[in-house]
């Protein structure tokens, strides 16, 4: 039985455009709508991934749970407790519970401290353990379970004196320093050479066995997110378009967004020149400041039809199997097969109105 520990009821975030003297003049507010109105729920355990392009708001999501941003609407709650708005005491418990690897290991560690100042940090800042002498055995421990030994050999270095994948190793570790219950790892393993990502990804699976901690794993990447997580959401301006069991959502796709993502997956054939690919999408991304109406993925899919940009936006709803997919087209989409052997004349003809802003 599945045990809810972080539950998102209509998370939102926008932030404030600055306006020049005209705008000012007129009274006009225009806003980046990063996150808008998601709702989800992280069970204790289990790799929760979001996935989408550059601007989706994956990013601004991770944020808003490792609470570095304010909710500009909807609630969160922690463990069966609200922690939409934390201050003094509640927030230090609440970032204790709530831990992040960021993307560039290097750029997150103070080039002066040493592996020992970085992990002994978080303990003396908790002031966890009696004293300096227990939390050094902490350090150790926590060292070796990230294979990073003999930990003497390591205590001592500054992180240039490290390489990428024992940087990614020593920031996984301080994440590690204050038992979290939840680690948000944004783009965990982007910056570390191809040949060192499965080992690193290999390492934090183990960890989330032996400690049973719970991730929010948040990449572009979806190779990698079928590999590792297990259950995935799919963002697309600041909406989640699909979600489920990864295995699911990857297998059985069916927003059209999603497919487009899987389609511009490289996929090395032995023996064969890599072509580029077609993949299902058209346009660029719109501004976060210039919602479509409707669908607002309508402008770039291949699938839309009058009613995706004249009616309401599409729920995000169960389609069985808890497997969710806001999009009002996906039966059919699904019985017309792939989208690669589908031609366009069967799909959309009129034209949008919609003019994405500059
Ligand atoms: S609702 Fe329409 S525009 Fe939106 S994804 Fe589905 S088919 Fe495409």
């Known amino acids: 039985m599945s045990e809810p ?28 709508r990063a996150v808008d109105r998601i709702s989800f729920t992280i069970n204790k355990g289990e790799i929760f991934g979001l996935v989408g392009e550059s601007g989706c708001g994956k990013t601004t999501t991770g944020k808003l749970i490792m609470k570095l941003l304010e909710i500009t609407d909807g609630t969160l709650e922690m ?8 201050r003094g005491a509640a927030l230090e418990k609440y970032r204790r519970e709530v ?18 100042d970085v992990l002994m940090e978080p303990l003396e800042i908790h002031k966890v353990g009696k004293d300096a002498k227990e939390r050094e055995v902490w350090v150790r421990e926590i060292l070796d379970e990230v294979k990073l030994s003999p930990p003497d ?4 270095r500054h992180p240039h004196m490290l390489s990428g994948g ?71 301006l600041g909406k989640i378009i699909e979600m489920g ?30 072509r580029i690919k077609d993949v299902p999408i058209k346009g660029e991304i719109p501004a976060a400041t210039n919602i479509p109406p409707g669908c607002r993925f309508h402008p770039r899919c291949l699938y839309a039809v009058e009613e995706c940009w004249q009616e309401e936006e599409p729920t995000l709803d169960d389609i069985g199997g808890g497997h969710l997919v806001a999009c009002r087209r996906w039966a059919e989409i699904e019985r017309l097969g792939a989208a690669a052997r589908t031609s366009e004349a069967s799909l959309g003809t009129r034209k949008s109105s919609f003019a994405p802003s500059a």
């Open 5 to 32: 520990i972080l539950v998102a009821e209509n998370l939102t975030k926008w932030f404030p455009v600055k306006r020049n003297l005209t705008q000012v003049m007129k009274g006009n507010r225009t806003w980046v």
């Open 79 to 86: 463990k069966g407790e609200n922690a939409t708005h934390l």
């Open 99 to 116: 831990q992040m690897i960021f993307q560039d290991p290097y750029s997150s560690m103070n080039p002066r401290f040493t592996v020992r």
């Open 153 to 156: 050999e390591f205590l001592v």
């Open 166 to 236: 024992q940087r990614q190793r020593a920031a996984t570790a301080r994440t590690l320093m204050l038992s979290p219950s939840i680690i948000v790892a944004d783009e965990p393993v982007s910056m570390i050479d191809l040949s060192t990502r499965a080992e690193i990804l290999h390492m934090m699976r183990q960890l989330q066995r032996e400690m049973g901690l719970t991730y929010v794993y948040i990449t572009h990447d979806l190779s990698t997110a079928r590999y590792f997580t297990d259950r995935l959401a799919v963002m697309y």
């Open 245 to 274: 069991v990864a295995g699911s959502v990857i297998d059985r796709t069916l927003h059209p967004y999603t497919k487009a993502l899987i389609a511009a997956v490289c996929e090395p054939v032995s023996g064969k020149v890599n």
